[in-house]
């Protein structure tokens, strides 16, 4: 019983309001930019094959370690300061 996946989309070049795009903001010798660039690169597709489906939609898995990848690089932890830093830092 397979059911199809539905991932929440995930666009890193949508435009908002102002500025015209959230790569404005992020310096490029950031370090957020190298962990993007890393990961962009691995295959996760045995990862991926993983998800059941059915339900609402979910995070894509690429995403996820994306976050945890930068929060453990900035010595966050906690799921919860995890969290806060994703509601306050554009990066």
């Given at each position: 019983m397979s059911r199809k996946v539905t991932w929440k989309i995930?666009?890193?070049g949508q435009l908002s309001?102002?500025?015209p795009?959230?790569?404005d903001l992020v310096p490029q010798n950031h370090p957020v930019r190298?962990?993007?660039?890393?990961?962009?690169?691995?295959?996760?597709?045995?990862?991926?094959?993983?998800y059941r489906g059915g339900g609402t939609s979910s995070y894509h898995p690429k995403v996820l370690l994306k976050i945890l990848v930068y929060a453990y690089l900035r010595n966050l932890y906690s799921?919860?300061?995890?969290?806060q830093a994703l509601h306050e830092n554009i990066h």
């Open positions: 995930y666009d890193q309001l102002l500025p795009s959230y790569d190298i962990v993007n660039t890393i990961l962009d690169s691995v295959d996760l597709s045995s990862l991926e094959k993983t799921s919860r300061k995890i969290e």
